[in-house]
């Protein structure tokens, strides 16, 4: 057995419980467990022993990319299988060891991250996306609710723990397409603006304010929040859905400044994010490939500052299945028009895109990651109701 072969059959055979097999280059097939192999790894030559115990996801994650691994299996339910062993490399995280590596993100580098995920283009993404083209977590309210109803429900579900009130002023930052502000000054008349650093995203939502002859309630900026708080304006309501994980470590306590001065005494924020277990550096694939400037917080780390500035917690909700099921149906929608996807972009973008979207979907299910919502207010607010019942009428 070859040094490669040996050190790869000695690394990986304990990655999952469930029965497996492994097809090595030179044509040698190993099964371990009992039984009939659930799923194969298939090594078309061998992987660098190095750069696995440097970063495993990152080493076969651009193995993948690169075609030098297939897998042979439903790919999304072969990383749930590997999540499932709570030994395996995809739960052990990178751990923050040092206060040296933390450093603010910057203005221009904060958009030209954002320019690199975000501006793939329009045209790309409504080819996975729903029709309000909402890149963020839905709300199932049942189990066969479309991928549409399920955005729209997440948006009727954040505007009515907003408590909005006809001509409120609500700030959306990282609108978006710009669906939930629509939705807000249609719904509540109050009068909406949202922020973005995705020029993609800001053209669309013009073009949609126009159509929807909103131009008198409804505005989008090209611009960063930290240049908002700026200008002295003030909100009776803060959003921000998906937004913080891509301030940086660094920036949290920025962001939650940058909160505090936008929302008018007794306001009312609300907080969409993916949110970690422990305080850990990330995935280094996801962070160099998807996307880069990419930090996950965890929730004690977010709920740590607001105190800071008077932040008073009122609701907050984990939504982790309801971003599993979001992330399924996008990495189906994805492999449904692959073909066309195809047409602009090269194989190894596709191989990136299907790892991508089905390791966040097995993360979601079985994995170390969570999505939460956290309402609070700027001050106490006695105002807001007492129960949950009004969310759910």
């Known amino acids: 057995m070859s040094i490669e072969k040996f050190f790869l059959d000695k690394y990986l055979s304990n990655i999952s419980h469930d029965t497996f097999a492994i097809e090595y280059w030179d044509g040698d097939r190993k099964i371990y467990g009992e039984g009939d192999p659930q ?25 993948y990319m690169d075609g030098i691994i297939e897998i042979e299996g439903n790919l999304r339910e072969v990383l749930e299988s590997v999540y499932k062993n709570k030994e395996s490399f995809l739960n052990k995280p990178n751990i923050i060891k040092t206060l040296a590596k933390i450093i603010p993100t910057s203005i221009n580098q904060q958009k030209e991250d954002i320019h690199y995920h975000y501006d793939l283009g329009n045209d790309f993404y409504r080819l996975w996306l729903d029709d309000t083209m909402s890149y963020s977590c839905g709300y199932f309210k049942n189990k066969d609710d479309s991928l549409y109803q399920a955005q729209m429900n997440k948006i009727h579900y954040i505007l009515r723990k907003l408590n909005l009130r006809e001509g409120d002023k609500l700030l959306d930052i990282g609108s978006g397409w710009g669906w939930l502000i629509i939705e807000a000054a249609k719904l509540y008349g109050v009068n909406a603006t949202g922020i973005t650093l995705s020029k993609e995203q800001y053209d669309k939502t013009m073009a949609r304010i126009a159509e929807e002859g909103l131009k008198d309630k409804v505005e989008v900026r090209l611009m960063d929040y930290r240049e908002l708080a700026e200008t002295g304006e003030k909100f009776d309501r803060v959003v921000s859905v998906g937004m913080i994980e891509h301030v940086g470590k660094a920036n949290i306590p920025k962001y939650m400044e940058t909160v505090d001065r936008l929302l008018v005494p007794y306001g ?12 850990s550096e990330g995935n280094r694939w996801i962070k160099k490939y998807i996307f880069p400037g990419g ?14 500035f008077d932040f008073h917690i009122v609701d907050v909700e984990s939504l982790r299945l309801h971003y599993f099921n979001t992330l399924k149906h996008w990495s189906e929608n994805f492999d449904d028009c692959i073909d066309e996807v195809r047409k602009k972009y090269d194989e ?8 991508y979207l089905n390791a966040c979907a097995a993360s979601f299910h079985y994995g170390v990651v969570d999505i939460h919502q956290f309402l609070f207010t700027k001050g106490l607010n006695n105002d807001l109701p007492m129960t949950r019942g009004y969310l759910y009428r």
């Open 295 to 308: 930090y996950i917080p965890s929730v004690r780390e977010l709920v740590a500052v607001m105190p800071d």
């Open 39 to 63: 799923f194969t790894i298939v090594f078309r030559e061998p992987v660098s022993k190095k750069k696995v115990l440097d970063d495993p996801s990152l080493a076969f994650g651009e193995a």
């Open 348 to 355: 190894r973008f596709i191989r990136m895109w299907r790892m």
């Open 268 to 279: 009312v924020s609300l907080l969409h994010c993916i949110t970690g277990q422990v305080e």
